[in-house]
């Protein structure tokens, strides 16, 4: 990839807010700067937000409400559409994009660029689908009309990890429903968002309907959009300890919300599993997005019988990944976020090695520009270890294990998240056992990877409230209308 078509493409990205269908600095006139992880360079400087460029936000999406709930459904599901059709003409600069600003492999940002798409298509499909019901009461006396109708202008709050499909997961599904969005995507990875709502400005979006902020000052820029009465829902996606302090200050308003928060998979491979497929799995559900995954396996979780062979298979694999800029070819790990997220990982891998584990491969940051970690596979992790309590968002696959069926559902299930969990097995009806056992929103069963448009993606316990995607995700953006008339033949 040549630095010329990375410039071109980086020139080309609007760098400003967008508030009522402009763009434009920041009130204060402040920028910030937005960093490649894997050379520590600057790629742009864009406007940075500040609380009054949130109230205008919070003004254009309130004015454009009333129109745009009005706006024919057909209407609203074609221009997702379009906007659906302009991404797959685009789909290798979204994909360049999201690699510069985030350091995913090329190969994975296209990846992205699919799987972040079909929620456009998915609801514009949608859209033309909200639908109520009509009945008589059960007295006989009269009519029971049930609506569905647009919450409300919305605030959507995105996280830097997968940074198109979790804006188009959000904004998608509003749109469809005939709700105005503000959407604030994370400061480490704002230029894909802006570059998506540019693409729905081309697809003919009218004004107010979609704001965007982007800004250092998370916590400044939402507190006056939260606090504001026209807000009606909140959806966020990103860590824990920030969704409850949210939920917190969306109970003020009464906000619909939904939030989609952290994770810490279980990975189980039982003795008769297929190691091949269990394998392949681990590598998919582990190192995607080098680990830097809300759905990412935490926690390998792996029968004593096979447990030996299984470390030895993935290490073998691990060790021939090839780390570098994700635009490299054949690259398969790139950078972490920042030098945080590498000290971070750093120690997690101590303390697991510091109380027993066996470190079977990596196990150490790498030097030179960028912030790499080495793909790690660490075996035998003692029960207590943080690694096994936290998330580890990094390349690091952490094995533990059992020798009964029960202890494995028992050790899945020890943690307050429940996002998402892997089953490997041949019998039919273990599997099923394990989709009633274990607490998550979601299972994998001899799959690594579950994400899917078509299905509703959200999880349980601290791994949050609601469901993005499938027939639920609409939902999320309707409010239920009961009306009842006298019966009109009586
Ligand atoms: P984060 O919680 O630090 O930030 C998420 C977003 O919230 C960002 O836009 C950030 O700027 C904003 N934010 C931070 N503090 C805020 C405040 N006080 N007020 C308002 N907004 C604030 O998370 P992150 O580091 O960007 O993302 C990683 C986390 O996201 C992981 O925990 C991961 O599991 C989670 N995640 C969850 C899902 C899911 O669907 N469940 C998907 C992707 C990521």
Redesign the pocket.
């Known amino acids: 990839m040549s630095t010329s078509t990375e410039n071109d493409l980086l020139a080309r990205v609007k760098g400003g807010l967008f508030i009522a269908g402009q763009w434009v600095p920041s009130e204060s006139g402040k920028t910030f700067d937005v960093l490649d992880p894997a050379t520590g360079n600057v790629i742009k400087s864009i406007a940075d937000a500040s609380a009054t460029d949130a109230r205008a936000a919070m003004d254009a999406a309130a004015a454009a409400q009333d129109s745009w709930a009005a706006t024919a459904p057909r209407v609203r599901g074609e221009i997702l559409r379009r906007t659906f059709d302009l991404l797959q003409e685009r789909a290798d600069e979204f994909a360049l994009l999201m690699t510069l600003e985030m350091g995913k492999p090329l190969a994975e940002a296209r990846g992205e660029v699919t799987y972040g798409g079909e929620f456009l298509r998915w609801f514009s499909e949608e859209a033309v689908r909200i639908s109520g019901r009509y009945g008589t009461n059960p007295e006989g006396t009269g009519r029971m009309i049930v609506t569905q109708r647009p919450v409300g202008p919305c605030y959507l709050?995105?996280?830097?990890?997968?940074p198109l499909a979790?804006a188009t997961r959000k904004i998608a599904p509003a749109l469809a429903a005939g709700c105005t969005v503000i959407i604030?995507?994370?400061?480490l990875t704002p230029l894909t968002t802006l570059h998506l709502v540019a693409l729905l400005e081309e697809a003919g979006l009218p004004k107010g309907v979609v704001n965007v902020l982007t800004s250092t000052s998370?916590?400044q820029v939402?507190e006056p959009i939260l606090s504001d009465h026209r807000l009606r829902k909140l959806s966020f996606?990103?860590?824990?300890p920030?969704g409850v302090?949210?939920l917190k200050q969306a109970a003020d308003g009464v906000l619909r919300t939904s939030m989609?928060?952290?994770?810490n998979a279980p990975f189980v491979v039982f003795d008769d599993a297929d190691l091949d497929k269990a394998v392949d799995g681990a590598m998919i559900a582990k190192f995607r997005n080098i680990g830097q995954a809300?759905t990412a396996a935490n926690r390998f979780i792996v029968h004593e019988s096979v447990a030996d062979e299984f470390a030895a298979r993935v290490a073998e694999r691990v060790k021939a990944m090839k780390v570098g800029r994700g635009t490299e070819e054949g690259v398969t790990i790139g950078p972490l976020i920042d030098d945080k997220a590498v000290a971070k990982v750093g120690e997690l891998v101590s303390d697991a090695v510091s109380r027993g584990a066996t470190l079977l491969t990596g196990g150490h940051a790498i030097d030179g520009e960028g912030s790499f970690y080495a793909p790690t596979v660490i075996a035998g992790v003692p029960a207590g270890s943080d690694i096994l309590i936290e998330?580890i968002?990094g390349p690091v696959l952490s094995i533990v294990t059992f020798s009964g069926e029960n202890e494995a559902v028992r050790l899945a299930n020890s943690t307050e998240y429940g996002?998402v969990g892997y089953v490997f097995t041949r019998d039919l009806a273990r599997a099923h056992r394990m989709i009633d056992a274990i607490d998550t929103g979601m299972m994998g069963i001899n799959v690594g990877v579950v994400s899917n448009a078509a299905a509703p993606?959200g999880?349980l316990k601290q791994?949050?409230l609601g469901r993005e995607g499938g027939a639920e995700g609409i939902h999320e953006y309707l409010s239920t209308k009961y009306t009842l008339i006298p019966d009109p033949t009586a």
Request: hydrophobic residues 40%; proline residues 6%; negative net charge.
């Open positions: 709050v995105t996280p830097w990890n997968f979790m604030k995507p994370a400061a998370s916590a939402s996606t990103g860590s824990t920030v302090a949210l989609e928060l952290g994770g809300c998330e968002f996002l993606f999880g791994s949050g």
